[in-house]
């Protein structure tokens, strides 16, 4: 994907702050209600939805030029040090985008946002 045409798209559908609000609480209910694992997390919801706005996503559960999964992350506060990120979505230059970490239903999401800025 073009950087400057996935910014472009991601700004022309961002969200007020109670649309964003409304958002997530009938994600969490859905999730909720689903009580999906982290794995049934990252093939029926986040594959599913990189796919539909435009990512390159190995099916395979592989890598692609645009989308890592499973990356090994060093100085992370761990006993071993390392972490692994569940998404790393990469620009045209190689640099990353945005890290994604898929938690189960049961956890809140901040428990992923903080790993992933970790």
């Known amino acids: 994907i073009d950087t400057m045409r996935a910014r472009a798209q991601a700004k022309s559908i961002?969200?007020?702050e109670p649309e964003r609000h409304?958002?997530?609480a009938v994600g969490q209910a859905t999730a909720d209600a689903l009580r999906f694992d982290e794995k049934a997390t990252r093939k029926r919801l986040i594959d599913k939805q990189l796919i539909?706005?435009?990512w390159d996503i190995n099916p395979d559960r592989g890598n692609t030029a645009e989308v890592?999964?499973?990356?090994?992350t060093s100085n992370q506060p761990t006993k071993s040090g390392t972490r692994y990120a569940d998404y790393i979505l990469w620009d045209n230059n190689g640099k990353p985008l945005a890290v994604i970490e898929a938690k189960k239903a049961a956890l809140t999401p901040e428990k992923g946002r903080t790993q992933a800025k970790l």
């Open 14 to 16: 961002e969200k007020s």
């Open 22 to 24: 409304e958002f997530r």
């Open 52 to 54: 539909a706005v435009g």
């Open 68 to 72: 890592a999964r499973e990356v090994e």
